[in-house]
T-cell receptor, first 112, second 114 residues
Framework: SQKIEQNSEALNIQEGKTATLTCNYT??????LQWYRQDPGRGPVFLLL?????KEKRKERLKVTFDTTLKQSLFHITASQPADSATYLC???????????FGTGTRLKVLA | DTGVSQDPRHKITKRGQNVTFRCDPI?????LYWYRQTLGQGPEFLTY????????KSRLLSDRFSAERPKGSFSTLEIQRTEQGDSAMYLC????????????FGPGTRLTVL
């Protein structure tokens, strides 16, 4: 069955460092991969989209890579700040449907 | 604010009762999604609409769940004969009809079944 794995344990990093979050998937060939941020008690907020034919996408301090051979996406936040503390979710979409499957999310805590 | 809105924000009900939630998407968005999220998990897909057509429904969704989007604008999600396992956050999202387009999520409706 399709499976999406994100680090289940919380990631703690020091302010100013680069945070790297992983999203691994099996039994799936996504055409699109999205990253969302979710704060407690709120709905997810879209951050970045990367397509299967793209290796890398950047937006301000954010960078996403997509390796369809390794079946993995990496999400980087450079120069992290305490305000970046949140849960980050990856979501995979197939070209044949507009349904997205979400990972379990990784909780990031940036320490001042 | 022209974002996605959901009503109610919180609902407490007794087991066996029926509940209905409403979602108002961003006005120009054709696509509308319903998800369920429990603590420590990501959103779980329930169903989605394109305009008024329900295009896909999760196999995980039992017959007690039904969703409608009668005029292609707002949507309702009804849960009949609620069970304690239905306790969760129910999220609605909308998007434009473009491949890979971002979803805009509402604040969610938190359901507690006693």
């Amino acid at each position: 069955s399709q499976k999406i794995e994100q680090n289940s344990e919380a990631l703690n990093i020091q302010e100013g460092k680069t945070a790297t979050l992983t999203c691994n998937y099996t039994n799936y060939s996504p055409a699109y991969l999205q990253w969302y941020r979710q704060d407690p008690g709120r709905g997810p907020v879209f951050l970045l989209l990367i397509r299967e034919n793209e290796k890398e996408k950047r937006k301000e301090r954010l960078k996403v890579t997509f390796d369809t051979t390794l079946k993995q996406s990496l999400f980087h936040i450079t120069a992290s700040q305490p305000a970046d503390s949140a849960t980050y979710l990856c979501a995979l979409g197939h070209s044949g449907t507009y349904k997205y499957i979400f990972g379990t999310g990784t909780r990031l805590k940036v320490l001042a | 604010d022209t974002g996605v809105s959901q009503d109610p924000r919180h609902k407490i009900t007794k087991r066996g009762q029926n509940v209905t939630f409403r979602c108002d998407p961003i006005s120009e968005h054709n696509r509308l999604y319903w998800y369920r999220q429990t603590l420590g998990q990501g959103p779980e897909f329930l169903t989605y609409f394109q305009n008024e057509a329900q295009l896909e429904k999760s196999r995980l969704l039992s017959d007690r769940f039904s969703a409608e989007r009668p005029k292609g604008s707002f949507s309702t999600l009804e849960i009949q004969r609620t069970e304690q396992g239905d306790s969760a956050m129910y999220l609605c999202a909308s998007s434009l009809v473009l491949a890979g387009n971002e979803q805009f999520f509402g604040p969610g409706t938190r359901l507690t079944v006693l």
